[in-house]
């Protein structure tokens, strides 16, 4: 006996594959779908000491505070304040320019295309079976638009 998983949209398409895979004589009792609870809540953006999943909104706010302040320091000689104030406030302006510049992509760009591209898997698909039938379910699995399939032994 073998383990076919497969992962579906919740659609038509399921449905015609289970009645397809009744058709080619695999019983009821050797299928289970397994609705997946899909995440409600946006990605959280500023990481914790325990956790991180590798977007950073800094390092661009780092580089563009350098740049400024190299700018702020070098126009300094010639302003009032001198290029220590100046090299700071340009380091401040381009943080802050850097940070907005990251949160903005993050939380509209990403998103956008997240929503985008669609295709999220909703349901898990088991069907147990011969090792015999293992192509045939694979096939009807696939020609019923799984996103994607695995066997186990």
């Known amino acids: 006996m073998i383990q076919i998983f497969s992962a579906f949209e919740h659609s038509v398409h399921l449905e015609l594959a289970i009645s397809s895979l009744e058709k080619n004589g695999i019983g009821k009792d050797a299928m289970y779908a397994v609705p997946l609870t899909l995440r409600r809540n946006d990605r959280r953006l500023f990481d914790s000491l325990h956790r991180s999943d590798g977007i950073s909104l800094l390092s661009t706010g780092a580089a563009l505070g350098t740049a400024f302040a190299v700018v702020g320091a070098s126009v300094g000689f010639k302003l009032a ?73």
């Open 81 to 153: 304040w001198g290029p220590i104030y100046w090299g700071l406030i340009g380091t401040t302006l381009g943080f802050l320019l850097g940070f907005l510049i990251d949160l903005f992509y993050y939380k509209v760009v990403k998103k956008q295309r997240r929503l985008l591209r669609g295709k999220n898997p909703d349901v898990i698909f088991i069907v147990e079976c011969e090792e015999t039938k293992g192509d045939l379910v694979e096939e009807i699995l696939w020609h019923h638009f799984a996103l994607g399939t695995a066997r186990i032994r």
